[in-house]
């Protein structure tokens, strides 16, 4: 499996619908399918966190692949990325969306009572919130037996994959870099953010 993440991210990001992410907690385990992603794709990527370059916060973008890469966003919401590409050079597959196929009870609680199933896992920061990663997860190989463990799930047929522009970002927004599964309940509503520039082109 480590060989088909070392790949460019947005070759990456539509071969990950359907995989499964899974955490092991003392309270119980929560397994995640995932419904939709986004690829960012480091210094040639202006959305990318690591576009300008490698920092203690973006190290773990530049390899190897296979590791997670957690962030703060917006100083509210830890988000969760699957690190792919060559080592060395930094690129990432954010997951935005996915649905509870283990652990449901768990992830409620995590989430809140009154959440509906399809939303436990919709949108980066309820994905992390309702699987349980937080920045001490940062840099977890997935590919070991560490507590949280990336497999492969049921194959999606290619017909339901779909691609578009990016949620939520200023630049590059425009880049069909975002992948998901249609008609599928738990994927988010796209949003453009409010401080979007000019098409980037790509």
């Known amino acids: 499996m480590r060989a088909a993440l070392a790949r460019p991210a947005e070759e990456v990001a539509?071969?990950?619908?359907?995989?499964?992410?899974?955490?092991?907690t003392p309270e119980g385990t929560v397994s995640i399918t995932i419904t939709e992603t986004e690829a960012?794709?480091?210094?040639?990527d202006p959305a990318s966190h690591?576009?300008?370059?490698?920092t203690p916060r973006n190290a773990v973008m530049f390899g190897p692949a296979g590791h997670l890469y957690v962030y703060r966003?917006?100083?509210?919401?830890?988000?969760?990325?699957?690190?792919?590409?060559?080592?060395g050079i930094a690129s990432a597959v954010l997951i935005r969306a996915g649905r509870v196929?283990?652990?449901?009870?768990?992830?409620?609680?995590?989430?809140?009572?009154?959440?509906?199933?399809?939303?436990?896992?919709?949108?980066?920061?309820?994905?992390?919130?309702?699987l349980g990663i937080t920045a001490e997860h940062n840099g977890t190989d997935l590919l070991t037996d560490a507590s949280v463990a990336l497999s492969?799930?049921?194959?999606?047929?290619?017909?339901?994959?779909?691609?578009?522009?990016r949620v939520g970002v200023s630049r590059a927004h425009d880049w069909q870099h975002r992948f998901y599964l249609a008609g599928d309940p738990t994927v988010s509503a796209y949003r453009l953010s409010p401080r979007a520039k000019p098409s980037d082109g790509a």
Request: proline fraction near 6%; aromatic fraction near 4%; charged fraction near 25%.
């Open 50 to 54: 690591a576009y300008r370059g490698r």
């Open 73 to 87: 966003s917006h100083g509210l919401h830890w988000c969760a990325n699957v690190v792919t590409g060559v080592d």
């Open 14 to 24: 539509p071969g990950l619908l359907g995989a499964v992410l899974t955490h092991e």
């Open 40 to 44: 960012y794709s480091g210094a040639v």
């Open 152 to 165: 492969e799930g049921e194959p999606v047929p290619a017909a339901l994959v779909r691609a578009g522009p």
């Open 101 to 130: 196929v283990e652990g449901e009870d768990l992830a409620r609680e995590r989430r809140g009572d009154k959440v509906e199933s399809a939303r436990l896992a919709r949108g980066p920061g309820n994905f992390c919130q309702a």
